[in-house]
């Protein structure tokens, strides 16, 4: 087990007509708000009324910025930042999913930054403070309601890049999964896949002798694939919409990472597919993963053949535990599948033509991954097993 | 599932050489601090010098106060308060295991109350207010190191008690696993059998659908038994000792309280018989637990059954899921004793001629437990089949 510092400080509200409270939570980190949100959605749904709502009641100031999209781009969140200085905003309100999330916290570092927000994004400046940020979270999937990170889509260019600090995470996380009853099945879908490849990321580790949080890992994962059927089978069944809610966010608060340290190369893959393709975030991580896992899994079989055996209930064959890890490996892409995810570029209609680019742009700043760092040569690869209908199961 | 409210803000800081930061870390909290610790240990080890040290060049000044015993004194809790007082100490600092912490918690509350600090135990007054508390972490078992208790024994009558607030968190907890080398083989058995008690107690709940949950407790336990033996029969591995250390916080630090309720009786009945026996909070744990058990298992089979396959491997017989449940209470059992815990009242010695006393004192405020609510006959019964050998496995 490696050394690590661990605190996440999201103070998390869970249940039902919990966003009934957001003028209460949002009166204790200012008085005059950027309330931040997608399309319309949350108008339709009366999310919107209830927050204006309880922000009146708790007299707080309400500025509005819509229009957030997913891959959140980075000309809005300059928008926001000028907003937000121009009208004196004292603190940000994301009413939304991870996009609106990711959007919300870019916009609160910006804010009390003097140069571009985009630095933080290059690695050209360090995040050292920024406006509280608060969540009403529609979407479980990004995990972004207690994380420290915000992902953003420059679109001079198509770079999809992340940036983070301990001060991005919000104060608190409002979680109602009635909210989430009215999800289209391919966003359930999506989510669903993202919080289960952040599992994943963190479970593929060269660190040894991590046996609790490869049980916490294991514990979230199987959660995510038996709630899954029930969530897109009964989109309104209150228990199976909680606990995926749930697993959504302690896929990715960190707790999940302590003590070992993460892969990422898939997220690092997936972005350059985003950036290009704009790609929904978890439809592109069922691409990767399972090619990903197919290029990988030699670099350390015993632990390919733990998640098939623990995550998937795979009898282990001690004759021929390669053999275990590929059934771990293909369950996993069928789980994929299941939920109606593309598995394959070409099921979601991306073209074999850019992966060059691809992979030369996600390995311009070096190999990515740590389980097994990957260069350019690899990231092909990898694109190229994702593009092969001829590996699909059954095929 | 229910709704609840989940914040847990303590800073973690682990792994091996952390104790050297903790002048950096209480540096943030104040600059004169009550040094707070049981005997002779942490000298004889050398801890004591290096807090001392590293409080030192963070130009802190320091204010001791040693000799907490396990089930800390509320003597000497009024004592730390008076010198708190008298000195204008502005922070605590705590260095040892659950009791030197929960005191020191005490104390924090004390100094900034009025009246008497046993008024939080007897529910008089509520905590509003403490001085922030440090912690380096010399024994992991009561969990005392993220969470909002403490439980402090009144020597005037023998009542052991519990207040807690969220203000009680400490702000961070430094653990290193190689502090723990040198535990004794019993208060490593003490504290394995402690962090297992409060995992069980969350885990029994009547709250349906708390998949995830179960599943976080189950990794925990699993966690706790592959390492117990372990930690007993290599005292010196560092890998086990920080499963077991890790373990022992997150089994404690609300976690695996969402969305559910615990049960807390055997708690209940232990808090009498250390109240009176000075019984190890672990030990006395170790005879409870397994009574209780075979007192309320027929309240939910399903659950025990559950317990019996996930947590202990054990193969569920579909047509007698009373012996899969009752295999489970009995490899508890039998795993308390391989840690050389007692099992029943005689192995520690503790006579039966105060069970009534205990029964009665024990629901002195109403039926105690929320899994199967307890009244004075229900844990008179338990505390008869914590007393009878001949209920012993084998006998």
């Not at 999201?10 to 957001?22: A, M, N, Q, R, Y």
Request: with cysteine; aromatic share 8%; charged share 25%.
């Amino acid at each position: 087990m490696e050394n690590f510092v661990y605190q996440n400080t999201t103070k998390i509200i869970f249940g039902k007509d919990t966003e009934s409270l957001v003028g209460k939570e949002m009166s204790g980190l200012g008085n005059k708000v950027l309330l931040h949100y997608g399309g319309g959605s949350i108008k339709r749904s009366g999310l919107y009324d209830t927050v204006i709502k309880a922000l009146k009641e708790a007299d707080i100031e309400v500025v509005e910025l819509g229009g957030v999209m997913p891959n959140p781009r980075l000309s809005l969140v300059r928008e926001g930042i000028k907003l937000c200085k121009d009208e004196k905003i004292d603190s940000v309100l994301a009413v939304g999913g991870g996009s609106v999330i990711d959007s919300a916290k870019a916009i609160s570092a910006g804010v009390l930054y003097e140069g571009d927000v985009w630095d933080f994004f290059t690695g050209k400046a360090q995040i050292e403070e920024a406006l509280p940020v608060g969540v009403v979270l529609t979407i479980p999937a990004a995990g972004s309601e207690s994380s420290t990170g915000t992902v953003v889509t420059n679109e001079d260019g198509g770079y999809k890049k992340s940036a983070g600090a301990d001060i991005l995470r919000p104060k608190f996380a409002i979680m109602n999964p009635v909210l989430t009853y009215t999800l289209p099945p391919y966003q359930t879908s999506c989510g669903l896949s993202d919080m289960f490849a952040h599992v994943l990321e963190r479970y593929f580790t060269n660190v040894p002798n991590v046996e609790l949080t490869d049980r916490m890992c294991e514990a979230v994962m199987k959660t995510i694939i038996d709630n899954a059927p029930k969530v897109l089978n009964d989109p309104n069944g209150y228990d199976a919409r909680a606990e995926i809610m749930w697993a959504g966010t302690l896929a990715h608060n960190n707790l999940l990472d302590t003590g070992r340290i993460g892969d990422w190369a898939s997220h690092g893959i997936q972005h350059e597919l985003g950036g290009i393709y704009d790609i929904a975030h978890g439809a592109g991580l069922a691409i990767v993963f399972p090619a990903w896992m197919k290029y990988v899994y030699k670099h350390d079989i015993p632990r390919f053949v733990q998640y098939a055996n623990r995550v998937w209930n795979v009898d282990i064959n001690p004759f021929n535990m390669e053999e275990t890890a590929l059934e771990g490996i293909r369950r996993t892409e069928e789980f994929f599948k299941s939920i109606n995810m593309p598995v394959r570029l070409n099921d979601a209609n991306i073209p074999l033509d850019r992966i060059e680019e691809m992979a030369k742009k996600g390995a311009e700043n070096g190999p990515i991954g740590q389980f097994l760092p990957l260069d350019e040569e690899d990231i092909m690869a990898i694109l190229e097993i994702a593009g092969d209908k001829s590996l699909e199961e059954g095929e």
